[in-house]
């Protein structure tokens, strides 16, 4: 039998923590950095850079930055913060609604190719974005685009480069939530189904009214996912996405860093603030971002 | 025939209609276009048959041999000098000058027609040679350390997995100032070194860099592992009088198998794509020595607006891909 002693036993919980305390330091402290630099000029940044201490010493705060890119019009910051909102929110939405509806018609219904359908879905979650990336971009240049929202009223212009749109579509639809609502799917037993087609309910509010409503779980996950996904994605922005009035956060703060490169203070306030929502969202679902990554995993 | 909403064709249709055009159609694209001079901007595109991958792909050896000149000194031709005379190897660069069998009077050199190419390849490997056991073995590490039911254990397990929502955009940029040469890392460790802008270093640095960014997610799964072995196994180690790194031998790692299988090929996979950290942080410098497959791929396509052999480079990642899917499918299979 193995046992310990009680001041070996001390000593491993000792020793623990310490590892503990020494990888949690590893891991917060460039975060921390970021954030407390936000707060600091530019000078009192590159006196700080040489230590570590003073790298996340609170002295001499100031909120300039802050100020800097909430009001300065060279800033542009409210403006791309809409575009990343108003598309993940798109993507999310989209991959909810789509992507349950195709799983719900490959786990319940019966129609013509469906089981081929399947396999296609399932083989497509292989290709990576990466290999796509280039023959899309020349794809969606071509594709004309209806400006409905132009001064001069309804105008179509060749292309979609540089629109919020483009950085929506390629991804309303993704074939590995497809798969995470089908697997969800197909635990739900079929009686709650039969009960409500026999009440004279039609497939479509099986779906939504049936199904949906007992899916939370996984709807959770793929919202988590998509979320995560969606804000953060960089590849497919800059290759589609250039001013301010259409660019997403991450494009905004890499054209910001070109542009501002000393001014260290306002792209360290940038980047807390477009990390700020994520980490929000993060702390008060972490359940959640827990139950989802370990879910995604292991059933590959 | 009629058309019937409520049927599951009808149910299906919007998802079905978005991954065709958005994900089938511009993946055959990618190998009809990789057969093309397809630029992006003119309309007429000429079919090349396999040339873009012929100009990708081709290395060969050439050899230098010293001569004379006219202080007798033993002097090298040029390497441009002899491969102007050859048509088809011009603007062929060399990629490496092999050791072994140069000396004094020989130089043997390999030469690409595309030496970034194979730069990107050859860096790409190395990152994933390395980032793999890196952020993996963190990751396990990590697991191990918050498994046990620990006062703040939820803390620490938040802080491990803080950096995995930051974007990479954030990431990369708040490195490079811990990385800059009169940053903290070198202060700490007493160094000299300009990270980010010394071949040498850099790809080492995106490594940690990545690692560091990483290992939370790969966390989280070990964590879904670490819960599927049964308390038992490990009670009935300690009855054995079995120490902690038997336990862990015998016990923790046979139980993990097909985990740590599933995040060695994840990881694997994830980091062939490396992209955003070499777009913000060195443009794939200094002197390619962070040229990477993706990258090289967007560099080709999207600035010099060579649609047709970006997308070759696109098919021979997605190869590689898939090889790697394949092993992971025949392993995996093997286990069961």
Partial sequence: ?300 | MRFNLSSGGAMAFPATFLLFCFVVLPFLLAFMFSFTNQQFTSKNSQFLGFDNYKNILSVKTVTLRAELNENGDKVFPKMRSILRQDEEWKRAKPLYKIPFISHEGKQVYIIAKDVTFWRAIINTCLFVLFVVPLQCGTALMLALLVRKKLWGRNFFRTAFFIPVVTSMVVVSIVWKFILQSDGAINQLFNLNIDWLNNSATAMLAIVVMSAWQGAGYQMLIFLAGLQSIPEERYEAAAIDGAGPLQTFLHITVPGLRNTILFIIISTTMAAFALFVQIDVLTKGGPNDATQTLVYHAVRMGADQHKIGYASAISVIYFIIILIIAFAQKHIMDKGE
């Fill in chain 1, 1 to 300: 039998m193995y046992v310990q002693t009680q001041s070996q036993k001390i000593m491993r919980l000792a020793f623990h923590y310490t590892a503990m305390l020494a990888m949690a330091f590893y891991f917060i402290f460039p975060m921390l950095f970021m954030f407390i630099s936000s707060f600091k000029t530019k000078e009192n940044i590159g006196q700080s850079l040489t230590s570590l201490k003073g790298m996340i010493t609170p002295t001499d705060l100031t909120a300039d930055n802050y100020i800097y890119l909430f009001t300065h019009p060279n800033s542009h910051f409210w403006s791309y913060l809409a575009n990343s909102i108003i598309v993940t929110v798109s993507i999310v939405f989209c991959a909810v609604i789509f992507d349950s509806l195709m799983a719900f018609a490959l786990q319940r219904m019966r129609f013509r190719g469906q089981k081929i359908l399947l396999s296609i879905v399932i083989a497509l979650i292989i290709i990576p974005f990466e290999v796509i990336a280039i023959p899309l971009l020349m794809m969606v240049s071509k594709l004309p685009y209806i400006d409905i929202f132009n001064e001069g009223g309804i105008t179509i212009q060749q292309g979609w480069i540089n629109t919020r749109f483009v950085q929506i579509l390629p991804f309303a639809a993704r074939a590995f939530p497809i798969f995470l609502f089908y697997q969800f799917f197909r635990d739900i037993p079929k009686d709650f189904d039969e009960a409500a087609y026999m009440d004279g309910a039609n497939s479509w509010q099986v779906w939504w009214r049936i199904i949906m409503p007992m899916s939370g779980p996984v709807i959770a996950t793929v919202i988590i996912l998509e979320f995560l996904f969606a804000w953060n994605q960089y590849l497919w922005p800059v290759l589609v996405a250039f001013t301010p009035d259409v660019a997403p956060t991450p494009v905004g703060l890499g054209t910001f860093f070109s542009s501002e490169g000393p001014e260290l203070g306002r792209i360290m306030a940038y980047g807390s603030l477009i990390t700020a929502p994520v980490l929000i969202v993060f702390l008060a679902f972490q359940r959640f971002f827990v139950r989802s990554v370990m879910g995604s995993g292991i059933k590959g």
